[in-house]
């Protein structure tokens, strides 16, 4: 599975927009880029999955560039509740692989009143 | 639709013993993974179960073991527990791996403390 790296922490305020960005320089073209949000003492929640250019659901956005060597989660208006550790994975969706998830250090989002 | 259910939320044990955990995947996933969070750290894969098989597990000593029910819910066994086995244990569901999109969903943990 492609390594990622992540800021280890970053701050905001509520009701402003958070962008997230993970590096995944050896992206393999298999690999899909999957985002998960843990709260503490709980399970991670998936947030957002996409292979490139642009994915949007409910919760966030996810974009990725043409070469796919990083991938950008943003999250639009953050609340209190969105203060957790959020995890960039890369790793192939299906087929016959191996399924194990490699989750990095994350970043802990700290948004503030 | 329900989601992945784990029991019990907490475990108390003291050194030596032996600790059963138990996951419930969500309906129609037939893969089940097992985590182990320590306080503070990252997930550490523990195992993999598909389809009442073991497929994989991480770099963890023969006393963590588990198994797969056919109804596809899954046990994860600790024996001679050691102090250093307290943590949150995870368990993750997903399709089969036939399937396009293989995302694991969580469950809640049970946080296991080891006295």
């Known amino acids: 599975l492609a390594k990622t790296t992540q800021p280890i922490s970053m701050d905001s305020y509520e009701g402003q927009e958070v962008n997230i960005t993970c590096s995944h320089n050896?992206?393999?073209?298999?690999?899909?880029i999957t985002w998960y949000q843990q709260f503490p003492s709980q399970g991670p929640r998936f947030i957002i999955q996409?292979?490139?250019t642009k994915v949007t659901n409910e919760v966030a956005s996810l974009f990725i560039p043409a070469d796919r060597k990083s991938s950008t989660l943003s999250l639009p208006r953050v609340s209190l509740s969105d203060t957790a550790v959020y995890y960039c994975?890369?790793?192939?969706?299906?087929?016959?692989?191996?399924?194990?998830?490699?989750f990095g250090t994350g970043t802990r989002l700290l948004v503030s009143p | 639709e329900a989601g992945v259910t784990q029991s019990p939320t907490h475990l108390i044990k003291t050194r030596g013993q032996q600790a059963t955990l138990r996951c419930s995947p969500i309906?129609?996933?037939?893969?089940v993974y097992w985590y182990q969070q320590a306080l503070g750290l990252g997930l550490q894969f523990l195992l993999w179960?598909?389809?009442?098989?073991?497929?994989n597990r991480g770099n963890f000593p023969p006393r963590f073991s588990g198994r797969q029910f056919p109804n596809y819910s899954s046990e994860l066994n600790v024996n001679a527990l050691e102090l250093e086995d307290s943590a949150l244990y995870l368990c993750?569901?997903?399709?089969?791996?036939?399937?396009?999109?293989?995302?694991?969903?969580f469950g809640p943990g049970t946080r296991l403390t080891v006295l």
């Open positions: 179960y598909d389809e009442g098989e073991e497929r």
């Open positions: 993750a569901s997903s399709l089969p791996r036939t399937s396009k999109a293989d995302t694991q969903y």
């Open positions: 996409g292979y490139k």
């Open positions: 994975l890369v790793g192939e969706v299906g087929g016959t692989g191996f399924q194990k998830l490699v």
């Open positions: 309906s129609g996933h037939t893969s």
């Open positions: 050896n992206i393999a073209t298999n690999d899909y």
